[in-house]
């Protein structure tokens, strides 16, 4: 997670405390930092500025708006490179306590940075994501109802899937401007004032030999012209993993040239409620 200074401070900085359990942020860890702003920027046509969390971390901005970020951070921590989505918590000790109590994993932190704290950990089926306390990026708001990016958690078991995350990132708790969740066509629905925010699908294999098919959180970013998208990549040395022609929006889910899986789909993929 990280956080942008602007030149003329906002009125009011959103904090992780008041959207608790809402995905906050999108993360792409890599071995290479200035190769994935290459790939990115080419595909997606994203430009970057530097973010306060260090030297290995940058903003990626398309039409002037942040969409997410980028961390060579996988070398230093062992992890696969991969995108990661965030969710805000009010206390990120607390939250990972819970993770643990709840036989999932936390593989890093909670570290300290200048603007909060986050952590990385996995579920009880092996599905990484990040939680994060503490301030969110200056534009959060333009960020959550613009920005072309949405999640798919992909399970063996979405219920039990959603009371697991329910119960560590308090969704469907009953406080105002908490998320609600809602089952649709056999999928878990997860939203916040009328805005749907992930959608949790049962059917991921945990022994998987394709890695697409294996638990974890989908990063979709949404875009004009998917074939044109993945043509793009093809050409900077992406690959397509796989294609869904399924449902209203059709996804095709591609790979970038460090392994960093992702999914583009048009920009009629599903927001409201």
């Not at 000790?93 to 200048?114: K, Q």
């Not at 969704?171 to 939203?191: F, K, M, Q």
């Not at 916040?192 to 992930?198: P, R, S």
């Not at 959608?199 to 012209?225: K, M, Y």
Request: hydrophobic share 40%; charged share 25%; net charge negative.
């Amino acid at each position: 997670m990280t956080h942008h200074r602007s030149a003329t401070p906002a009125a009011h900085a959103t904090t992780s405390r008041e959207v608790v359990g809402a995905p906050c942020w999108a993360t792409l860890l890599t071995h290479d930092l200035t190769a994935a702003e290459s790939f990115y920027g080419a595909v997606f046509g994203w430009t970057f500025r530097p973010a306060p969390l260090g030297e290995d971390f940058r903003v990626a901005v398309h039409e002037g708006k942040p969409v997410a970020g980028i961390g060579s951070l996988a070398s230093a921590l062992r992890v696969p490179v991969a995108w990661t989505p965030y969710f805000a918590v009010e206390d990120a000790d607390e939250t990972a306590a819970r993770i643990r109590e709840r036989c999932a994993t936390v593989a890093v932190g909670p570290l300290r940075f200048p603007v909060g704290r986050g952590a990385l950990a996995a579920d009880r089926d092996g599905a990484v994501f990040g939680i994060w306390e503490g301030r969110l990026v200056s534009d959060w708001h333009s960020w959550r109802a613009q920005a072309p990016v949405w999640l798919r958690l992909r399970s063996p078991d979405a219920f039990e899937a959603a009371i697991f995350y329910g119960q560590v990132l308090d969704w469907a708790c009953g406080r105002p401007g908490c998320c609600d969740v809602d089952y649709e066509n056999d999928e878990v629905v997860l939203s916040q004032e009328g805005t749907v925010l992930a959608r949790l699908r049962s059917g991921a294999v945990e022994a998987a030999r394709d890695p697409a098919d294996l638990p974890r959180w989908e990063v979709h970013f949404t875009v004009a012209d998917p074939e044109a998208t993945v043509r793009t990549a093809l050409r900077h040395g992406g690959s397509v993993v796989r294609r869904d022609d399924g449902g209203e929006a059709p996804a095709i889910t591609i790979s970038d040239p460090e392994g960093g899986i992702l999914t583009v789909t048009a920009r009629v993929a599903p927001r409201q409620g």
